[in-house]
């Protein structure tokens, strides 16, 4: 019996340890929000283009949602920078760091600026409404 809870305790860890430590690769999470297929669990959450316009050009645009998304608790870049228009990043949960990937991409509209954004998570088939929080949060951060 003290085998059988030893080796559970084990596993238990050596999951929890291997979604904290997970490398992100760039390739799979790096994806164009405007064409990426929405995620086959529901633990996901988009803005569309054309659903917040601002007046400021894209590039300024851009550097906005870069500084709203990372005053965001445990939020960091993994791929691109706000200059190409076209960034990732990953959003860690606070106790157990279950990460999320917010991917942005700003555009050109007319008489201003655009963007489409899509937050998922990577583990799991319920996010209990954290993804679309952040997409709550950043809309309200741009306002």
């Known amino acids: 019996m003290r085998l059988a809870a030893l080796v559970l305790i084990v596993l238990v860890f050596g999951a929890l ?11 799979r999470w790096h994806v164009n929000p405007l064409t990426a297929r929405d995620p086959a669990s529901p633990n996901f959450a ?3 283009p054309g659903e917040i316009v601002t007046a400021e050009d894209p590039a300024t645009l851009a550097r906005r949602i870069d500084a709203a998304l990372l005053a965001m608790p445990r939020v960091r870049r993994l791929a691109g920078d706000p200059e190409s228009g076209w ?29 489409a954004a899509l937050s998922r998570s ?21 306002e």
């Open 46 to 48: 988009r803005i569309v």
């Open 17 to 27: 340890a291997w979604v904290r430590l997970a490398p992100s690769d760039p390739d």
């Open 87 to 115: 960034v990732t990043y990953v959003a860690r949960s606070r106790l157990l760091g279950f990460p999320d990937y917010v991917t942005v991409r700003t555009l050109a509209a007319d008489r201003g600026a655009t963007f």
């Open 122 to 142: 990577r583990f799991g088939r319920s996010d209990m409404g954290v993804n679309a929080a952040r997409m709550q949060a950043l809309r309200a951060a741009l």
